[in-house]
């Protein structure tokens, strides 16, 4: 198994970096200052051309062939979508991203399940290889597509200023558009050509909705339709700014910056650590075999219950710092986005009528202040879960937790009894330190055989099992024995039996399986709860982008307030169910429809923003309800940065905390605490010692 794969994980990371040096060299302009090229350079130009060539030819196939095989396609599909989501490209550059993610990304995968497989082969470290290939796999596959996120960002600011200098030189907006296409590079200038023919078109709203659907961020969406007013009414002269066009163009610019700056410094916050939340696990078995080498007591630590609850735990704070950092790192748009899964497969356990009474029985009951404190925690977090298939999900791992615990107590007296049987630890409590000889270790084995061998033959004895023990050890050892000797053997046979025949499933057990089942039920709760605190600091953030839109938006003599609640919806991520049902009540009662938003998007920024809509609408023109937004610019923008610093401070501190905590636990669990249960088996050992003398 180590060989096969040693062998994938070669020829993936070979492929890897063979893939990284073509994208970067297809990335980098070559550009000759004077004359022509020499004919060296143009034949070595030729021949990077054929390699990238039949590299992408090579991709192309993969992803064909790939595609066929059940397990392969779920991935790379998987990987596809992801990538759909950030950017949109053309099927040929799509399948060929796709690929080289795909085949990066196994590499990590193929890296991570080698190295923990070279550490060791026991049950718990096979937890550690699933992990750690889901973190690997998981960590590559953002990293590839955060880059191409960012680099998207910055080739718009590349298009927003090749659009500038051509809109001074026509004065067109199509003509700017498509200017500056030409000459922008291959990824912006799809979505370029994209926004140009859409607001061309014959029916440009309807295009425009369906460019909307795709965009992968608000600023291409803001950029889309900003020129898509400008070419239908027309541009006009600003007091003291110029033309309305290019200063919204350059305010949408400063945004893009803003925002590449807010998400550079995020990466370097919290960089590498889900990573760091791993690396522990590495040291558990380098740290085991160092213990059993210098303190043997330590080794039977490790191999005991006690041990295996520690690794356990050790697993869990390992797979929750993971699950949290994530939360804390996601800062696309589309991850507080309302999601569009159907949950195909809580949906037909919820069909069996068995489930549907439990599931009914365990929802509050509507009209009750639980359950709308359940609702809204769904709502905050554009969850795509029903009142039902979200307590149907805490009910599935409320059994799952319960059976995984169960099962473990079992597990665990098995280890026990194997351990009884099969250990030498009696012997090795009068070494503090160091080793046994090989005499010793070879008798030590010897005596442990032996006391197994007498401990079979009296399986199923339930009566007399002194006198048993006493006659078989009797007849064992034979004449040559002492008395003192057959004693003490009978006496440590004995201990032994009861050791083993007090391993079995207790109804504390029972009672502590559903104690953890219940902490278990409750975690979808947490999570969901702890990911509305992180959309709480982003909330802001988003108001003031809201202002943003609505200070370009008002500058046009024709925008209403239904025109702004339609645009502050397109581009809203966190308040956008309740923006889009304003919209939707908006014609049958405009003051009711703002009321009812209030009331579901309590968030006073965000609640004072629809207050001067209100007043938009009811006493003055919307310019004039804004209009201190634009004189107070300069003082939101340095509130602005301050509360993004505020946001990146405290995830960062979050991200430090969830990141360091299984190291952490791995220095108290796995060393402070074996540690102290050596010092007490000496100290006990040495009792004993002395009582002897």
Same mark, same amino acid.
């Not at 020499?38 to 062939?65: A, G, P």
């Not at 107590?409 to 194997?418: E, P």
């Given at each position: 198994?180590?060989? !096969?794969?040693?062998?994938?994980?070669?020829?993936?990371?070979?492929?890897?970096?063979?893939?990284?040096?073509?994208?970067?060299?297809?990335?980098?302009?070559?550009?000759?200052?004077?004359?022509?090229?020499?004919?060296?350079? #143009?034949?070595?130009?030729?021949?990077?051309?054929?390699?990238?060539?039949?590299?992408?030819?090579?991709?192309?196939?993969?992803?064909?062939?790939?595609?066929?095989?059940?397990? #392969?396609?779920?991935?790379?599909?998987?990987?596809?979508?992801?990538?759909?989501?950030?950017?949109?490209?053309?099927?040929?550059?799509?399948?060929?991203?796709?690929? $080289?993610?795909?085949?990066?990304?196994?590499?990590?995968?193929?890296?991570?399940? +080698?190295?923990?497989?070279?550490?060791?082969?026991?049950?718990?470290?096979?937890? %550690?290889?699933?992990?750690?290939?889901?973190?690997?796999?998981?960590? +590559?596959?953002?990293?590839?597509?955060?880059?191409?996120?960012? $680099?998207?960002?910055?080739?718009?600011?590349? +298009?927003?200023?090749?659009?500038?200098?051509?809109?001074?030189?026509?004065?067109?907006?199509?003509?700017?558009?498509?200017?500056?296409?030409?000459?922008? *590079?291959?990824?912006?200038?799809?979505?370029?050509?994209?926004?140009?023919?859409?607001?061309?078109?014959?029916?440009?709203?309807?295009?425009?909705?369906?460019?909307?659907?795709?965009?992968?961020?608000?600023? &291409?969406?803001?950029?889309?339709?900003?020129?898509?007013?400008?070419?239908?009414?027309?541009?006009?002269?600003?007091?003291?700014?110029?033309?309305?066009?290019?200063?919204?163009?350059?305010?949408?610019?400063?945004?893009?910056?803003?925002?590449?700056?807010?998400?550079?410094?995020?990466?370097?916050?919290?960089?590498?650590?889900? !990573?760091?939340?791993?690396?522990?696990?590495?040291?558990?078995?380098?740290?085991?075999?160092?213990?059993?080498?210098?303190?043997?007591?330590?080794?039977?630590?490790?191999?005991?219950?006690?041990?295996?609850?520690?690794?356990?735990?050790?697993? !869990? =704070?390992?797979?929750?710092?993971?699950?949290?950092?994530?939360?804390?790192?996601?800062?696309?748009?589309?991850?507080?986005?309302?999601?569009? $899964?159907?949950? *195909?497969?809580?949906?037909?356990?919820?069909?069996?009528?068995?489930?549907?009474?439990?599931?009914?029985?365990?929802?509050?009951?509507?009209?009750?202040?639980?359950?709308?404190?359940?609702?809204?925690?769904?709502?905050?977090?554009?969850?795509?879960?029903?009142?039902?298939?979200?307590?149907?999900?805490?009910? =599935?791992?409320?059994?799952?937790?319960?059976?995984?615990?169960?099962?473990?107590?079992?597990?665990?007296?098995?280890?026990?009894?194997?351990?009884?049987?099969?250990?030498?630890?009696?012997?090795?409590?009068?070494?503090?330190?160091?080793?046994?000889?090989?005499?010793?270790?070879?008798?030590?084995?010897?005596?442990?055989?032996?006391?197994?061998?007498?401990?079979?033959?009296?399986?199923?004895?339930?009566?007399?099992?002194?006198?048993?023990?006493?006659?078989?050890?009797?007849?064992?050892?034979?004449?040559?024995?002492?008395?003192?000797?057959?004693?003490?053997?009978?006496?440590?046979?004995?201990?032994?039996?009861?050791?083993?025949?007090?391993?079995?499933?207790?109804?504390?057990?029972?009672?502590?399986?559903?104690?953890?089942?219940?902490?278990?039920?409750?975690?979808?709760?947490?999570?969901?709860?702890?990911?509305?605190?992180?959309?709480?600091?982003?909330?802001?953030?988003?108001?003031?982008?809201?202002?943003?839109?609505?200070?370009? #938006?008002?500058?046009?003599?024709?925008?209403?307030?239904?025109?702004?609640?339609?645009?502050?919806? $397109?581009?809203?991520? #966190?308040?956008?169910?309740?923006?889009?049902?304003?919209?939707?009540?908006?014609?049958?009662?405009?003051?009711?429809? &703002?009321?009812?938003?209030?009331?579901?998007?309590?968030?006073?920024?965000?609640?004072?923003?629809?207050?001067?809509?209100?007043?938009?609408?009811?006493?003055?023109?919307?310019?004039?309800? %804004?209009?201190?937004?634009?004189?107070?610019?300069?003082?939101?923008?340095?509130?602005?940065?301050?509360?993004?610093?505020?946001?990146?401070?405290?995830?960062?501190?979050?991200?430090?905390?969830?990141? %360091?905590?299984?190291?952490?636990?791995?220095? %108290?669990?796995?060393?402070?605490?074996?540690?102290?249960?050596?010092?007490?088996?000496?100290?006990?050992?040495?009792?004993?010692?002395?009582?002897?003398?």
């Amino acid at each position: 198994m180590i060989k !096969i794969l040693l062998v994938v994980l070669l020829a993936s990371l070979t492929l890897g970096v063979s893939l990284l040096f073509a994208h970067k060299r297809a990335e980098q302009k070559r550009m000759y200052q004077q004359g022509v090229a020499t004919s060296d350079e #143009l034949i070595k130009r030729n021949r990077r051309k054929n390699w990238k060539l039949k590299l992408y030819d090579f991709l192309q196939k993969s992803y064909n062939y790939g595609i066929r095989i059940p397990l #392969l396609r779920r991935y790379i599909l998987k990987v596809r979508t992801r990538l759909a989501a950030v950017h949109s490209y053309d099927e040929m550059t799509m399948r060929r991203e796709t690929m $080289r993610i795909t085949f990066l990304a196994l590499g990590g995968i193929s890296f991570s399940v +080698l190295f923990l497989s070279l550490i060791g082969n026991d049950l718990t470290f096979t937890f %550690f290889v699933l992990l750690g290939a889901v973190v690997v796999n998981g960590t +590559l596959i953002e990293n590839f597509v955060n880059k191409v996120a960012d $680099r998207l960002l910055y080739q718009q600011t590349e +298009l927003l200023e090749d659009v500038r200098h051509q809109y001074n030189q026509h004065g067109m907006v199509d003509e700017a558009i498509s200017g500056a296409s030409e000459i922008s *590079k291959y990824e912006i200038a799809t979505h370029g050509r994209k926004i140009h023919e859409a607001i061309t078109a014959q029916k440009p709203e309807e295009k425009l909705e369906e460019y909307y659907e795709v965009a992968p961020n608000r600023f &291409l969406k803001l950029f889309a339709g900003i020129s898509y007013l400008i070419k239908e009414y027309g541009d006009k002269n600003l007091k003291d700014k110029g033309s309305l066009y290019l200063h919204t163009l350059n305010r949408l610019k400063g945004e893009i910056f803003d925002e590449v700056l807010y998400r550079k410094k995020l990466r370097y916050y919290l960089n590498s650590l889900t !990573i760091m939340a791993l690396v522990p696990v590495f040291f558990l078995k380098p740290i085991e075999v160092w213990a059993n080498t210098m303190f043997p007591t330590m080794g039977d630590f490790y191999s005991s219950r006690l041990g295996i609850i520690m690794k356990i735990l050790i697993f !869990i =704070i390992v797979l929750l710092s993971y699950i949290f950092i994530k939360r804390i790192q996601d800062n696309e748009d589309t991850i507080y986005s309302s999601t569009t $899964r159907k949950h *195909k497969w809580l949906k037909a356990i919820y069909k069996k009528r068995t489930v549907a009474l439990i599931v009914d029985k365990l929802v509050p009951a509507k009209m009750t202040k639980n359950y709308f404190e359940q609702e809204r925690l769904l709502k905050d977090t554009n969850s795509s879960l029903t009142m039902e298939w979200f307590y149907l999900q805490r009910l =599935i791992t409320f059994v799952l937790a319960v059976v995984l615990s169960i099962t473990l107590f079992v597990y665990m007296h098995m280890v026990s009894v194997n351990h009884t049987l099969t250990s030498t630890s009696i012997f090795k409590e009068s070494m503090l330190l160091g080793q046994m000889s090989p005499e010793e270790e070879k008798q030590a084995s010897e005596i442990t055989e032996f006391d197994r061998r007498i401990i079979d033959q009296l399986k199923g004895v339930r009566e007399n099992i002194e006198d048993q023990v006493a006659f078989l050890v009797n007849r064992e050892m034979g004449v040559k024995a002492s008395a003192d000797e057959i004693t003490q053997t009978t006496i440590r046979i004995k201990s032994k039996i009861g050791l083993i025949n007090n391993e079995y499933f207790k109804w504390w057990e029972l009672l502590v399986s559903f104690v953890i089942g219940t902490i278990a039920y409750h975690v979808p709760l947490w999570l969901l709860r702890f990911q509305r605190k992180m959309r709480t600091m982003q909330m802001k953030v988003e108001v003031n982008q809201m202002h943003t839109i609505i200070g370009m #938006l008002s500058e046009f003599e024709r925008v209403s307030v239904e025109t702004l609640l339609i645009w502050m919806e $397109r581009f809203s991520t #966190l308040f956008k169910p309740a923006l889009k049902k304003c919209v939707l009540n908006f014609d049958s009662g405009p003051i009711s429809a &703002l009321d009812e938003l209030i009331s579901d998007a309590p968030f006073s920024p965000f609640v004072r923003t629809i207050e001067r809509l209100q007043n938009a609408f009811e006493r003055v023109p919307v310019k004039e309800a %804004f209009e201190d937004l634009e004189t107070d610019r300069a003082y939101f923008q340095e509130e602005r940065k301050q509360e993004n610093e505020e946001i990146l401070n405290k995830k960062a501190n979050w991200g430090r905390f969830f990141g %360091f905590a299984p190291m952490n636990a791995v220095v %108290f669990l796995y060393l402070v605490l074996p540690f102290v249960y050596l010092s007490i088996i000496s100290t006990n050992t040495m009792t004993k010692q002395i009582y002897t003398i």
